[in-house]
């Protein structure tokens, strides 16, 4: 009874019939349970019995908030400790208002109705417990009790088959040694068929093995390449504080988480595709199996649809365990892009800083060569104060100097005598050219 007024009331609810509820046809269907809520308090409420996060809420977690919250569905209320409907609703118990979450007693309820309700919780559960046990050995009697009906069947048609077999064998010997001969000859083609096939599928698996090798050997020495590419970025670029260079064991542990995140990505991947391709086959066997057994009994639909929701569950937790892989592999990615990026701001203000350093040296040169040019004026001047200073010999010493004044001031009386003397010469010497002039005039007209 439980199960089914919360399947009919989770039906109703499923509009689209894909055996979910979305947050639309939860908002419109809070009606089929007795409530009415705000729509903040409704989508409040999905997002507690989505404990999955998957924005959809399957039958048991339906059922379960149904009997956790007692919601009034079909005039009774419901509790999570039964399976069937345990009490009817009372006055105070309204049709548009939910009941606490927490099936407690309220505060004003005296001591003596709360262990009332207490006890009453307490054979319900024991009850409950009862009846889940006395489910679950009815659903494997009836596993049981289908498997050997199926079995019996098939033992009935085939003794059936026998019986016709034996009966039409005198008549029918003939057309049977064709039909053997039929079906040896299409069990060799099958055969021929089922080698070539063989054959051509190793060949195909041998390619893919080699392939496949190629493709890790080559990933493997990518890897080491990327590996060997960031650690010589790391070990030459600066950090942003410290200016120095990453240290090896952060790097280490760096590549290390990378590395295990591909690893989980890898192994997710791989189990989830070992899973869909279970989930295919057991599908698979499934519909051979309806095939082949159709005639001989019927599948309980209850039984299928808590298996597919078993296989729904499992796929649903493998898909967020891909989910967390992938977004640790985007956090690391995210991570190693901002260190991508750090390292590039750092190579642009090493180059710029090297050309700084360029300049720096050319600026250093020509001081260089302006300070050895300087120096060489120094040491002239230092050569030239030295050879003044020699000639300068004088300086300093007052007896020298007065004699050599005293000697300064003959020699140039000397040298005004000496001018007079040579302008009474050059005077004398042109009287002398005069006069030998006129001598020579004189002695000319004379004789001649």
């Not at 590996?227 to 970025?233: A, E, F, M």
């Not at 890898?266 to 057994?293: C, Y």
């Not at 090297?354 to 120094?378: F, Q, S």
Request: hydrophobic share 35%; aromatic share 4%.
């Amino acid at each position: 009874l439980y199960f089914n007024k919360a399947w009919d009331a989770f039906d109703a609810i499923d509009t689209g019939d894909d055996r979910r509820i979305d947050v639309t046809e939860f908002l419109m269907g809070l009606e089929h349970v007795g409530l009415s809520l705000p729509e903040p308090d409704a989508r409040a409420a999905f997002a507690a019995i989505d404990t999955n996060g998957g924005g959809q809420i399957l039958f048991d977690e339906f059922a379960a908030w149904c009997a956790r919250s007692g919601c009034p569905v079909d005039g009774e209320v419901m509790t999570e400790s039964t399976d069937t409907a345990s009490r009817p609703v009372d006055g105070d118990v309204r049709s548009n208002s939910p009941l606490p979450a927490d099936p407690a007693p309220c505060e004003q309820q005296t001591a003596h109705t709360a262990q009332q309700l207490k006890a009453e919780r307490k054979r319900q559960r024991a009850h409950r417990r009862e009846l889940v046990q006395q489910y679950e050995a009815a659903l494997k009697k009836k596993e049981e009790l289908a498997l050997r009906s199926g079995a019996a069947q098939q033992g009935v048609a085939e003794i059936f088959a026998k019986k016709l077999n034996t009966e039409r064998a005198e008549g029918d010997r003939n057309v049977y040694e064709q039909r053997y001969i039929t079906q040896l000859v299409a069990l060799e083609a099958l055969e021929k068929e089922f080698s070539e096939k063989k054959d051509t599928l190793e060949k195909q698996l041998k390619m893919a093995q080699e392939d496949v090798q190629r493709k890790q050997a080559k990933s493997e020495a990518l890897r080491k390449e990327y590996t060997q590419l960031v650690k010589s970025v790391s070990s030459k670029a600066p950090g942003a504080q410290t200016r120095r260079p990453m240290p090896a064991s952060a790097l280490k542990e760096l590549l290390d988480q990378e590395l295990q995140a591909d690893n989980l990505l890898s192994a997710a991947r791989t189990k989830h595709i070992r899973t869909a391709n279970a989930l295919k086959k057991r599908e698979e066997d499934i519909r051979n199996k309806e095939e082949v057994g159709s005639g001989l009994f019927l599948l309980d639909f209850e039984q299928l649809r808590l298996e597919n929701q078993g296989h729904n569950e499992k796929i649903e937790e493998k898909n967020e365990e891909l989910s967390q892989v992938s977004r640790v592999r985007a956090s690391t990615l995210q991570v190693l892009s901002h260190v991508r990026e750090r390292v590039a701001f750092y190579s642009r203000e090493n180059d710029r800083a090297k050309a700084r350093v360029r300049e720096l040296e050319g600026a250093v040169a020509r001081r260089r060569d302006e300070l050895i040019k300087t120096k060489k004026v120094r040491d002239k001047l230092l050569q030239q104060r030295q050879t003044a200073k020699a000639d300068a010999g004088l300086v300093g010493k007052e007896l020298l100097l007065r004699d050599f004044e005293k000697q300064y001031d003959e020699a140039t009386v000397l040298r005004d005598e000496l001018e007079a003397l040579k302008a009474t010469h050059k005077d004398l010497s042109s009287q002398l050219s005069a006069t030998s002039k006129s001598q020579s005039a004189t002695l000319s007209r004379t004789f001649g």
